[in-house]
T-cell receptor
Framework: GIQVEQSPPDLILQEGANSTLRCNFS?????LQWFHQNPWGQLINLFY???GTKQNGRLSATTVATERYSLLYISSSQTTDSGVYFC???????????FGKGTRLHILP | DSGVTQTPKHLITATGQRVTLRCSPR?????VYWYQQSLDQGLQFLIQ???????AKGNILERFSAQQFPDLHSELNLSSLELGDSALYFC?????????????FGPGTRLLVL
């Protein structure tokens, strides 16, 4: 089945820094999602991004479907950005959604 | 507050038992999704319902079942519980079928099987 790999697994940054999180996937997909799970466990759907680039405030995401990767950029990090970032892709054939293991981001004040 | 509610927040039960988790979607949302998050399996998609009908099925065990009622709330039934079923169970909702829609997540139900 399709494999989803995220890197780095952990990232510690100072407040104000920029970060890039990567998601690689092993097969062609028709969509890709990024999620954020805050330290209290709440999940938030950040982007649907099958291809191209989208921006939402300090966050942006780019998916290059032909090269099977997506990047999530966080600029001017804030402590509230801490948590785990997951990417997820649907399997084209049977609608299962496969999650990566996540990148745990710690933003230090 | 996402507008999605889940009850109960916490549930402790014994192996072999059966439990029901409940989810109320945001007002107007037709799709409900169930996810399981455990330490060893990570986040897994279980199942999606759209307007009362099953739309997509993920890694849902045969011991688990779900349904969406006419008022659009959903229940996830877990039976013959095993220790490995201990996890955080999330429900999410979206407006329509969901292909390119934002999903709004509830706070989750934390299940502990002893």
């Amino acid at each position: 089945g399709i494999q989803v790999e995220q890197s780095p697994p952990d990232l510690i940054l100072q407040e104000g820094a920029n970060s890039t999180l990567r998601c690689n996937f092993s097969d062609s997909v028709n969509n890709l999602q990024w999620f954020h799970q805050n330290p209290w466990g709440q999940l938030i759907n950040l982007f649907y991004i099958p291809s191209g680039t989208k921006q939402n405030g300090r966050l942006s995401a780019t998916t290059v479907a032909t090269e099977r990767y997506s990047l999530l950029y966080i600029s001017s990090s804030q402590t509230t950005d801490s948590g785990v970032y997951f990417c997820a892709v649907p399997m084209n054939r049977d609608d299962k959604i496969i999650f990566g293991k996540g990148t745990r981001l710690h933003i230090l004040p | 507050d996402s507008g999605v509610t889940q009850t109960p927040k916490h549930l402790i039960t014994a192996t072999g038992q059966r439990v029901t988790l409940r989810c109320s979607p945001r007002s107007g949302d037709l799709s409900v999704y169930w996810y399981q998050q455990s330490l060893d399996q990570g986040l897994q998609f279980l199942i999606q319902y759209y307007n009362g009908e099953e739309r997509a099925k993920g890694n849902i065990l045969e011991r688990f079942s779900a349904q969406q009622f006419p008022d659009l709330h959903s229940e996830l039934n877990l039976s013959s519980l095993e220790l490995g079923d201990s996890a955080l169970y999330f429900c999410a909702s979206s407006l329509n079928r969901g292909e390119t829609e934002t999903q709004y997540f509830g706070p989750g139900t934390r299940l502990l099987v002893l």
